[in-house]
């Protein structure tokens, strides 16, 4: 089965960027979402079709893929921005990465 | 405003049946593929389980085939999954998930806890 690689914590500093990333194979011939879960929330969807966001989404986030690997960046890291991100892409069936807990520290 | 409403969700003892439920709103449900995802605690998001728009096209994760059903309703806005033979690592919060595309989800429930213990 189609398997997603996240790193499992990623730290970034208060207003500096961070980037995530989620490899698989192939994965620049796949379409890639990307959500943040914040502790006890439901995931909301960030990034659809690699680096599209849906209206509400602020501009700090973008997303890219190329290669085997897609990265969500974060730009002027705020301290509401801690929370776990999934990577998530459609291959026979929908497969979410593991997840990435960022910490603004 | 987009809702998506879970029920259902409650403690079972292995090799138990649950139903689940998941109530649309603010938005043509019919027009929308539907998943369910479920978080272990302390763990990542899993899919299970899909549904097209029509209802004719459903798959499953591995680890639930054969003991779930996904079904919907569109004249009630209304999913459903029907889950049977419980185990103790179905131990869950099951999220209500809905897509315009298949390949991604653009609204989530709040989820429903499912606990299944002795």
């Known amino acids: 089965s189609y398997e997603l690689t996240q790193p499992p914590s990623v730290a970034v500093s208060p207003g500096q960027t961070g980037s995530i990333t989620c490899s698989g194979d192939?994965?620049?011939?796949?379409?890639v979402a990307w959500y943040q879960q914040r502790p006890g929330q439901s995931p909301v969807l960030l990034i659809f079709?690699?680096?599209k966001r849906p209206s509400g989404i602020p501009e700090r986030f973008s997303g890219s893929s190329s290669g085997n690997t897609a990265t969500l960046t974060i730009s002027g890291t705020q301290a509401l921005d801690e929370a776990d991100y999934y990577c998530q892409t459609w291959d026979t069936n929908m497969v979410f990465g593991g997840g990435t807990r960022l910490a603004v520290l | 405003e987009v809702q998506l409403v879970e029920f259902g969700g409650d403690l079972a003892q292995p090799g138990g049946s649950l139903r689940l439920s998941c109530a649309a709103s603010?938005?043509?449900?019919?027009?929308?593929?539907m998943h369910w995802v479920r978080q272990a605690p302390g763990k990542g998001l899993e899919w299970i389980a899909f549904i097209n728009s029509g209802g004719s096209t459903i798959s499953y994760a591995d680890s639930v085939k054969d003991r779930f059903i996904i079904s919907r309703d569109n004249a009630k806005n209304s999913l459903y999954l029907q889950m049977n033979r419980l185990r103790v690592d179905d131990t869950a919060v099951y999220y209500c998930?809905?897509?315009?595309?298949?390949?991604?989800?653009?609204?989530w429930g709040q989820g429903t806890l499912v606990t299944v213990s002795t």
């Open positions: 192939r994965l620049d011939n796949k379409y």
């Open positions: 998930a809905s897509g315009y595309s298949t390949k991604w989800v653009d609204y």
């Open positions: 079709q690699d680096y």
């Open positions: 603010g938005f043509t449900f019919r027009d929308y593929e």
